[in-house]
Structures are given as C-alpha cells and as structure tokens.
C-alpha cells in the first residue's frame, strides 16, 4: 500500500517562498512520474508540476506557475520536492502530490491529507 505524505505547507507573505516535501512509502518511488496538484477553495484540482521517473531529468509546469515553481525528486529519500518562490495570494491552495499514470495527467493513487499554503498579507 503506497502512502503519500505532504509537508512543508503554512502561511507566507506574497513574495515569499516554500518548499513542500512529499514523501513517498511502499513502492518502488524511482520508477514513478510524479506531479504536484492543487486545490484552491472553490476550484477543481490542478496539476501544477510533473517531473518524470528516474533522474527526473524532464519536468514540466502549468502556466500559472512557469519561472516561480521548481520541481525535483531525492530517489535515494523517496521524496518529490516543491520549490514556491515569489509566491502570490493565487497560489493559495491546499497542494498535494501523487504518482501519475503514464502519459497522462491522471493521478495513480488516492490522495494524501495535503498540506496548506496560504499566501496574504
């Protein structure tokens, strides 16, 4: 049974900066795409990042996010990574991360608690 557990989450002033961490148990994490969702109140949940499997070496990002969000992965620590910089009070979601299906956007796994990023002044 995989688990996925997220971190890192809080309250941060615009312009400001997080690193969520999510870790992963109970599979073989280094064979895994993975992708970091968002859901903000009110919206559906977005894909805002996805690295691919292995070194991670090719990563992609939603538009909202291009040039402020960095994406990586620890294999060694079964861990994806979530870099916020210059955060914006739009980015205020409950952010989650998940295994992706191949070649798609599509979540494996059933969701983590998420953890909480609140951007405002």
């Known amino acids: ?26 599979g073989i994490f280094s064979i895994y795409d ?13 894909l805002v990042a996805r690295i691919d499997s292995g070194s991670g070496s ?29 955060l914006k009070p739009e980015d205020t979601a409950v952010y989650y991360c998940n295994r992706l299906r191949i070649g798609t956007d599509v979540p494996f796994y059933s969701w983590g608690q998420g953890t909480q990023v609140t951007v405002s002044s």
Do not use: H
Not at 34 to 46: H, V
Not at 65 to 86: C, E, H, P, W
């Open 58 to 86: 090719r990563t992609n990002y939603a538009d909202s996010v291009k040039g402020r969000f960095t994406i990586s992965r620890d294999n060694a620590k079964n861990t994806v990574y979530l870099q916020m910089n210059n």
């Open 1 to 26: 049974q995989v688990q996925l557990v997220e971190s890192g989450g809080g309250l941060v002033q615009p312009g400001g900066s997080l690193r969520l961490s999510c870790a992963v148990s109970g």
């Open 34 to 46: 993975m992708g970091w969702y968002r859901r903000a109140p009110g919206k559906q949940r977005e």
